[in-house]
């Protein structure tokens, strides 16, 4: 069994910033990729951003140069960094991991509950 715990959403200005963390926990072997997804009201969900296990980044063009993703090996954990939001990042975003079991040596992918970003004009 492997959990997600994510924490760093809230309501914040246009121009603010917000910090959001993912801390992975459980029957896990190995760790591949993390990332961030994003789905607003009416719309599909979609990629925010995603760090592999050597360190390659990935970005939506929307978010490249304001977001930056980053990962904690040690404690298998990845932070999101928002800075300049706009009204258009408002939606509730996902984290998501793939990751080898540990008992199966599957691989394997989970996501996060969702926490709720909104920025105001």
């Known amino acids: 069994q492997v959990q997600l715990v994510e924490s760093g959403g809230g309501l914040v200005q246009a121009g603010g910033s917000l910090r959001l963390s993912c801390a992975a926990s459980?029957?896990?072997?190995?760790?591949?990729?993390m990332g961030w997804y994003r789905q607003a009201p009416g719309k599909q969900r979609e990629l925010v951003a995603a760090i592999g296990s050597g360190g390659t980044t990935n970005y939506a063009d929307s978010v490249k140069g304001r977001f930056t993703i980053s990962r904690d090996n040690a404690k298998n954990t990845v932070y999101l960094q928002m800075n300049s939001l706009k009204p258009e990042d408002t939606a509730v975003y996902y984290c998501?991991?793939?990751?080898?079991?540990?008992?199966?040596?599957?691989?394997?992918?989970?996501w996060g509950q969702g926490t709720q970003v909104t920025v105001s004009s």
């Open positions: 459980g029957s896990i072997f190995r760790v591949n990729a």
């Open positions: 998501n991991l793939d990751y080898v079991d540990s008992r199966a040596r599957d691989v394997m992918t989970k």
